[in-house]
């Protein structure tokens, strides 16, 4: 495997960017929280920022996560379970990536969402519907487009999974009235003995000095999940 630069600049003055992008691809490959996990959910770890959760009208079927320190606010569809910390890291480890180096190095990489949702409690024994933001740091990326991260980041995603393909994108997208980017990728995903055809949906949402790294993932047959219930959160999130 490639070792990891720094952030000096290389000699053609060029700026090199591998580990954000190693953080934006470490997040593409974990967006299906909480999946095939075999043991009891544990308590929230004490990294995960500090949470309001706001009252709704009953007919939304859900309520909204607020975390004021980001501006965000988040909806949470009714029976939709929170995914935390140790689950996510968890699930990190559980998956069978196709190159076990890379896997060691998502592992490495991967840092706790600030938000993190399944469609059903754990243990579940299939890939369970999920959604989770992650906060990042541009650095720099700064610079760069928010499709050009994606663009950048994607196509080591065969690294992991060989049958991977991009279905859409990277394109450019608006998420809360922000300029974002969005991709949708289509790979089997491996863990504990079970494969499943699997989408994962990502987007790239610059704010300031940061950005937030939103993922879904879903079965691609969409038998107990859909990805329209994805947009539904999607389309009911807010960025201040």
């Known amino acids: 495997m490639d070792s990891v630069p720094d952030d000096r600049t290389d000699e053609l003055g060029v700026r090199k960017f591998v580990i954000p992008i190693v953080a934006v691809l470490v997040f593409g490959l974990t967006v299906v929280v ?10 929230p770890s004490r990294d995960l920022p500090s ?7 009953e007919s939304q079927k859900g309520e909204t996560v607020q975390i004021p320190s980001l501006g965000l606010s988040v909806f949470r569809p009714a029976d939709w379970v929170t995914v935390t910390a140790d689950q996510n890291s968890r699930n990190i480890r ?3 990536m196709d190159d076990p180096e890379f896997q060691e190095m998502a592992a490495r990489y991967a840092n706790a969402p600030v938000f993190a949702i399944a469609k059903y409690p754990e243990p579940y024994a299939d890939l369970n519907p999920s959604f989770k933001i992650n906060v990042r740091p541009l650095g720099g990326l700064a ?5 050009d991260i994606l663009t950048a980041a994607l196509p080591t995603f ?3 999974f060989r049958d991977a393909q991009i279905l859409e994108g990277p394109r450019s997208a608006q998420v809360s009235g922000r300029k974002a980017a969005y991709a949708k990728l289509a790979y089997t995903l491996r863990a504990n003995d079970l494969a499943v055809p699997t989408i994962s949906e990502i987007w790239v949402v610059p704010k300031g000095s940061i950005f937030f790294l939103i993922g879904a ?3 691609a047959d969409e038998k107990n999940g859909t990805r ?3 947009r539904q959160i999607m389309d009911r999130l807010r960025i201040e």
Request: hydrophobic fraction near 45%.
């Open 217 to 219: 993932g879903t079965r």
């Open 228 to 230: 329209a219930e994805i």
């Open 34 to 43: 909480g999946l095939f996990l075999t043991r009891p959910a544990t308590a």
């Open 51 to 57: 949470v309001a959760v706001a009252e709704v009208d």
């Open 158 to 160: 065969s690294r992991a």
């Open 143 to 147: 610079r760069l487009a928010p499709e």
């Open 94 to 96: 559980s998956v069978q």
